[in-house]
């Protein structure tokens, strides 16, 4: 797995990689905003490792440069900016997930891996279901051509339910696919959700499945 | 761009100027005055000046008519035209003689065309070569004369330019008189509050005592009595980041001495076992000291917030996020979280908010104990008028004796994790009291899940009237 490293501090970057090679990653660093976005040019990095306090640019704008090319590479953002306001503005951005300083190595590796996995297996052309198509590469939802602004959390919702179209698809796999939860949290969230979408894109979209999950499209009940 | 601003600032400071203000104020209310009695006063000249050139003129019209010989009619066909003789003035009036439809006799001045055309008795303004005239005309129709005497009102405005000359200047003595008393009692008021600031001015940095009211003017008084207010604010902050500092230096020696401890040992050690043993508590002890330091932060964040921004924030979407955080920590306790959230608009601060979700649930991931279940719920409630936050545990819970002052800073309860090495710093509830407070929401400790543990539910009012209470 290789991986980019965009980390200013020196022994922290130093750390980190040392961890992270030992879980049979290679691991290339970037000590600025500068030569990360050097470094994501062209790049062939399955992940990448993003500090926000980087000298001179902040590592936002390495996600937005990123991001604005519709370069769908998982970045997990790794800051002291512990502010939730901070944290939100992180992934409205587009970033995948948010871990803060100080982190155990160990939570680190299982969101990078949860990260990970979300984002394999992922197909990149654009889904459709109807009058509705989800962009993945874009993230961009749109009904009957009239884009729908729909939360990040949602969005992975509603991506899972259009890959799997035709097959049922239970709550766990949903949490795993938005959360990369392990199972320790029990939660009513997706239905929340699964709730928002139907508001926003009509009820005929998603099927519930009384005691299994969600269905989008295949059989009618 | 320098003398741009400058000029700038000067023209500003002149418009807030009071002296400037005032005199402005009182050299219109002086000119508006002025011309009010200078036009009053015109006006009733005039008519006043009128009536006595207009008996002057009757005078002379009768005088001229008088020294006429009967027979002018009759003279007025030779050469011969006495000089009629006038009373005073006479070179600033022409007449002129009729007789016989012929001007027979008229002043050097006077004009060629009858002054009164009509020459009916009686007065007239009128206007003849440019010049506005008053005329008179008197007939004798016994003699078949007739006379007219005229004047130009040009006498009467010479006259008139002269009275308001001397209003003029009486004005303006007054008003300098008036500008020079403004100028100087204002100048005199406000010496108290130059005094006031060069006493600031030389103040230490920290000097917050409450500046003297006695000498000022009672004008000035409330805001000096706000700034005072003010001042006493910024002192109780003071006090308050004063009290963090001790407070925080205490808490964070402690643990630190004790990573040293460990540290020291694990160099030490003879044994792969004891290094190993002496990390893992030096591990410890870091993770310690790190959510110490991020309480101590939030701590000073929400110390220092002023009322921050409120915006509708969902809670829900919010507890998503740090429920998740705190996994890896439930994980490692083997603890079940349970989360039912309901969407649950508040109006708040995001970083406030967060700051209070997170120290409750990490404070009942901590005392719900091993294995334990935590349920978090928000939402709407039947009864409460907002939305009500839940976060319970079925961990050994908090005496009811105790439960009032889990809330205050540095409280530990008696039944807490009593091993030492997972010590609570007696912060976190205290921050979630602080945040609450400033959302004005009310909190209620209870019995947790199945009647165990501890309950803590935070009821937010409605979004429409949350006026925190600071």
Known sequence: ?221 | MTRDWMAHHRRFHMRHSLRWRLTKALLLCVVLAFLCWKGYQSWQLTRERTGFWDASLREIAGQILESMPDNLAVLAQTAQTPRPRTGRDDQKMSFQIWAGGRNVVYSPAAPAAPMKPDFADGYATREIGGKTWRVYSLADPRRGIIVQVGRTQDMMAAEFSGWVRVGLIAAAQIFVLFGLVAWLVIGRSLRQVTALRKTLLARQPLDLTPLPLAPIPTELQPLVEAFNHQLGRVDEALQHERRFIADAAHELRTPLAVLTAHADLALRANTAEEKDAALQRLNAGVQRSARLSEQLLDLARLDSAAAGERVPVDLSELLVLLVRDIETLARERRQRITLNAEPAMVSGDVDQLGILLRNLLDNAVRYAGEGGTIAVSCGPRAGAPGVVLQVADDGPGVPAAERERIFDRFFRASNGNGNGHDRGSGIGLSLVARAARSHGARIEVGDGIGGRGLSVTVYFPSVANNAPDT
């Open chain 1, 1 to 221: 797995m290789n991986l980019l490293l965009v980390e200013d501090d020196a022994m922290l970057a130093e750390a980190l990689r040392a961890g992270l090679e030992r879980h049979g990653s290679s691991v290339d660093w970037a000590a600025d905003a500068g030569a990360a976005r050097a470094a994501l040019v062209d790049h062939g990095y399955d992940a990448v490792l993003l500090d926000l306090g980087l000298p001179g640019s902040s590592g936002l704008s390495v996600l937005a440069a990123l991001r604005g090319r519709y370069d769908t590479t998982p970045v997990l953002i790794l800051t002291a900016r512990d502010k939730l306001s901070d944290r939100i503005a992180g992934l409205d951005a587009g970033a995948d997930d948010y871990i803060v300083k100080p982190f155990q190595p160990d939570e680190l590796y299982a969101r990078l891996r949860a990260v990970l996995r979300r984002s394999q297996g992922r197909v990149s052309p654009v889904l459709s279901y109807g009058e509705v198509t989800l962009d993945p590469a874009k993230r961009l939802v749109t009904r009957a051509d009239k884009p729908v602004q729909v939360s990040a959390h949602e969005f992975q919702t509603l991506m899972l339910l259009m890959e799997r179209q035709g097959r049922v698809t239970t709550r766990e796999q949903l949490e795993e696919a938005v959360y990369g939860s392990s199972g320790t949290i029990e939660s009513n969230t997706i239905a929340v959700y699964v709730h928002q979408l139907r508001r926003k894109l009509g009820d005929g979209v998603i099927t519930t499945v009384h005691g299994y999950g969600y269905r989008i499209g295949g059989p009618q009940p």
